[in-house]
């Protein structure tokens, strides 16, 4: 049977979210922003937890893996280069490495940019993707421990995937980022439809992710940092595509 998943609201603005195999009963986590959230997705849907999936050690992810791991003795998997900054791990992965989670397998992709050892989880067979805080929707995370270059290369990757791929991101952010992508390309009719369609989700208190990765790729300027007309706009023509990147981040970051 398909994956099921669970989204709900952490901390702020943070999503956490569950995976759930129906066939075995497994459940992970994507990350655990703090324990209250993921107990009460745990009651609602009457899931068990097997399993926490770790996209990267800022706190915001991690706060609630010590309580959770206490009472569910689930199995904390998590990314190779950041274990000793991440509570109670099991196992740790790397590139192409699997997570299983029951019968369900998310191949991990690394994501450097936002922190140096920032993973990605793709479950493939059910196209869903947990991206943390590299890619969000209709935006990207901050460029906090790699370079501009780095960013551009882990959003390369997952732009690769399949357009119907459902994107899980860690945060609700998306209204924001889209007041900002206007600035960069006003003319993007899909970007509009988006501002539409998102204005109406925030209006009636619902989440505005998943998206897919074809509607991120019609309308998310930093997934469009290779395209002569975004160059333009932002008055790099002909630059690389890097220096593009590099260049909306840097407005965004000032916006
Ligand atoms: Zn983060």
Not at 11 to 40: C, F, Q, R, W
Not at 113 to 130: P, R, S
Not at 208 to 226: C, Q, V, W, Y
Not at 227 to 237: H, I, S, Y
Request: contains cysteine.
């Amino acid at each position: 049977m398909p994956a099921k998943t669970h989204l709900f609201l952490c901390l702020k603005d943070n999503y956490g979210v569950l995976v759930h195999d129906p066939d075995s009963g497994a459940t992970a986590a994507i990350d655990a922003p703090e324990a209250a959230p993921v107990e009460a997705a745990l009651k609602t849907t009457g899931w068990r937890l097997s399993d926490i999936l770790v996209t990267h050690h800022h706190h915001d992810h991690t706060g609630g893996i010590a309580e959770l791991k206490q009472r569910h003795r689930c199995r904390v998997v998590a990314p190779h280069g950041e274990a000793a900054r991440i509570p109670a791990v099991d196992e740790t992965v790397r590139e192409n490495d699997k997570a299983r989670v029951g019968g369900l397998e998310a191949r991990v992709i690394e994501t450097p940019g936002h922190t140096a050892g920032h993973i990605a989880y793709v479950f493939a067979a059910d196209k869903l993707a947990f991206v943390g805080d590299t890619l969000f929707s209709i935006g990207c995370g901050r460029v906090i421990e790699g370079t501009p270059e780095m960013m551009w290369q882990s959003l390369l990757k997952l732009r690769a995937l399949p357009d119907d791929t459902r994107i899980y991101c860690g945060h609700e952010y998306t209204l924001a980022n889209i007041r900002f992508a206007r600035t960069v390309e006003p003319d993007n009719t899909a970007l509009a439809a988006r501002e539409k369609a998102v204005e109406q989700l925030v209006a009636a208190h619902k989440p505005t992710i998943p998206s897919t990765m074809g509607e991120e790729k019609a309308a998310n300027p930093f997934l469009r940092a290779d395209l002569p007309a975004v160059a333009a706009k932002v008055g790099l023509a002909g630059k690389p595509a890097a220096q593009v990147f590099a260049e909306i981040r840097e407005r965004k970051n000032r916006s």
